[in-house]
């Protein structure tokens, strides 16, 4: 028996290892988008080990798929009664801690490249020359060592919009996690304050 519990506890802490060891691998998002086809396209993958390990798909698969309107139905919705609100000072205190939480989550994402091109056209060639010379300076005068690439073309005669946009970002999900973690717990403490 003590031989089977044994078995049982470095099973579990092999699972327990293991999934420590994936929220401590880096991993790459790529993300991959177009406009300029007869129908738009998305396709989002993970790739492990910053870029050098496998790609795993997890939106879209490269080509655009055509989709047919599903039936829906309509759910009627019961008002609940003695729902619970929090009150103000907990939702106050929560609050004040997004833009930290939106902070933490953009230092632990980092930009590997950022590339984009396309034509648009607003129908009004004033809006449209307005906001190519928004536009210019990132296109044709990038900061040294950017990992932002932009090619961008007016169309002046008509409203129009087309492109390709291609980002990729290096991540660690355990300072996502961590970020996440600590804006729960300042919630959570909040909250045993009330």
């Given amino acids: 028996m003590a031989v089977v519990l044994w078995g049982v506890l470095w099973v579990l802490l092999a699972l327990f290892a293991l999934a420590a060891a994936v929220l401590f691998i880096p991993l790459r998002l790529r993300l991959q988008a177009a406009t300029d086809g007869p129908a738009p396209h998305l396709r989002l993958q993970a790739v492990l080990f910053a ?8 939106a879209g698969r490269g080509k655009a798929k055509t989709r ?3 039936k829906t139905r309509r759910k009627s919705r019961k008002r609940k009664t003695g ?5 103000a000072r907990v939702m106050t205190r929560l609050a004040s801690g997004l833009p930290r939480l ?3 989550l953009l230092a632990a994402v980092h930009l590997v490249e950022l590339r984009a091109s396309g034509a648009f056209g607003l129908g009004d060639p004033a809006e449209t020359g307005a906001l190519f010379g928004l536009l210019a300076p990132l296109a044709y005068a990038p900061p040294p060592g950017s990992r932002l690439q932009l090619e961008v073309t007016p ?7 087309e492109g390709r946009i291609s980002a990729a970002v290096d991540l660690v999900p355990a300072a996502l996690l961590a ?16």
């Fill in 68 to 70: 047919t309107p599903a």
């Fill in 179 to 194: 970020a996440v973690l600590r804006f729960g717990w300042r919630g959570f403490s909040a909250w045993l304050r009330r």
């Fill in 83 to 87: 729902r619970h609100r929090p009150p």
């Fill in 51 to 58: 870029g050098r390990g496998p790609r795993i798909d997890l």
């Fill in 155 to 161: 169309v002046f005669d008509r409203p129009h919009l």
């Fill in 102 to 104: 939106l902070g933490d």
